[in-house]
């Protein structure tokens, strides 16, 4: 029973993981100093797909369903989980290397937001 909430456990990080690499750019055109979390995941993430390899914490959950008496996966995170949802085909290379392309652009354009918001006067000297 622990090995199984253990296993459910890491594909909530798995995922939130995920989401933060995706999304988290927008949290860092909030507070500022998560770029420095922030970043690291993004080139973490691209160099995951565009590498073609595979997340550590997938084998970390198949071992752990595994303990628990349940059935591994032999795929990864992203084709057994969420590639069913938004792509009904197999991940092939050049599906991994367009989730990876799209981690890049879609945080490109949000770092290029931060910026301009950062940059953009506040306050009082702001009007003038």
């Known amino acids: 029973m622990a090995y199984s909430l ?11 993981f995920i989401l933060f690499v995706v999304f988290g750019g927008l949290a860092v055109i909030r507070w ?5 979390l922030h970043l690291p995941t993004v080139c973490w993430a691209a160099v995951l797909e565009f590498q073609g390899l ?13 303990q628990a008496g349940g059935d591994a996966y032999p795929t990864g ?4 989980y969420l590639l069913p949802i938004i792509y009904p085909a ?7 290397f367009a989730l990876g392309a799209g981690v890049l652009v879609i945080n490109g354009v949000v770092y290029a937001l931060a910026i ?7 306050g009082p000297e702001a009007g003038r």
Do not use: K, M
């Not at 253990?6 to 939130?16: I, R, T």
């Not at 084998?59 to 595994?66: I, M």
């Not at 995170?77 to 057994?80: K, N």
């Open 90 to 96: 197999g991940l092939t290379a050049d599906v991994q």
């Open 6 to 16: 253990f296993a459910d456990a890491v594909v909530l990080a798995h995922f939130g």
């Open 32 to 36: 500022r100093r998560l770029v420095w």
């Open 54 to 66: 595979i997340c550590p914490l997938t084998p970390l959950e198949n071992w752990l369903r595994s």
């Open 116 to 122: 301009y918001r950062w940059r953009r006067p506040s």
């Open 77 to 80: 995170f992203i084709e057994h």
